[in-house]
């Protein structure tokens, strides 16, 4: 029997093995996000004998040569934004947009299909609250869509929101941050897409976050954001809550429009009559520039 070149061939092997061997060990006495490595290594090393070995040494080679290599930064980006691709618009498309309660009038569950996605597509935040008109079509597939469209947004509001208010929490003068906070909550709040108590709970955290405002940025909170806030709370019909934030409105911001809003609103809503005909008098009296609102309130109960 020749047993030329057998010597050779086994020291590679035993070799092998013991490499092998030494990085099976070697990955258990490693921490465990660099054991798998090491595993996968001394099995590429057992099962490719001396090919694997020198495979990875020149793997080791090449990059201890390229240690010092310089990179161009500007060819790296960490960004995490995505890329926002402007599309021409769809002209027969949007021709033929109604509104989504008009569209469940009629019976063509193809189109308020298909009316429904195209809306989702182009501008799901924005027309989330009539989407939610849909929940309640009798076609099971567009109600789908709609829940699964309000679903998706109130898990990002809640998700944001935390971030928002424990931003804010942890830094309460930075101006920016709270009322960066304020109108994502008002927003998400004025869509009225969430549960009653989920929805009056935002309120109060709303009610914190104006405090916060207050406290620390008072000459930052507008007469908008005052009528905001009132506009909420008499919607949960918190009048206590309201009437806090309208006469703040008269203190810090009187002869605002929005302040007389507010007041009004409020006045109407708990049916004090007297008082609501004598401020509506008293902004008529002024040089206030009023919006067709305040308009048709004149033409309604103006003298």
Known sequence: MDTTGLWPVLIICITNLLAALILLVWSFLQKKYNRSTL??????????????ALYLLLGFVIRFLNRKRTVDMSDISFSQERERLI???DREVEMNYVPIQD????????NLRRLLLDTLRNNARKTVSSIAVAMNSIDTETSHYAASAILDALSEFRSTAQVMIGDMNKYPED????????????????????TTIEQEAYIYTLDQVAENLVKYNLWYMTATHYLLV???????KDYNKADKWVLRACKYRQ???DTYKAKLHLLFD???QTAFFACLKELKDTDIVVDDEVINLFRLYGS
Request: hydrophobic residues 55%.
């Open 39 to 52: 595993l996968l290594l001394s099995w590429f090393i057992l099962i490719v004998p001396l090919m694997g």
């Open 87 to 89: 599309q021409p618009p």
């Open 103 to 110: 569209a469940m009038a009629v019976t063509d569950t193809a």
């Open 175 to 194: 101006v920016e941050m709270n009322l960066f906070t304020f109108d994502y909550l008002t927003e998400i709040l004025n869509m009225n897409i969430m």
């Open 230 to 236: 009132t506009n909420l709370f008499i919607s949960i």
């Open 255 to 257: 002869g605002m429009l």
């Open 270 to 272: 708990q049916h004090n």
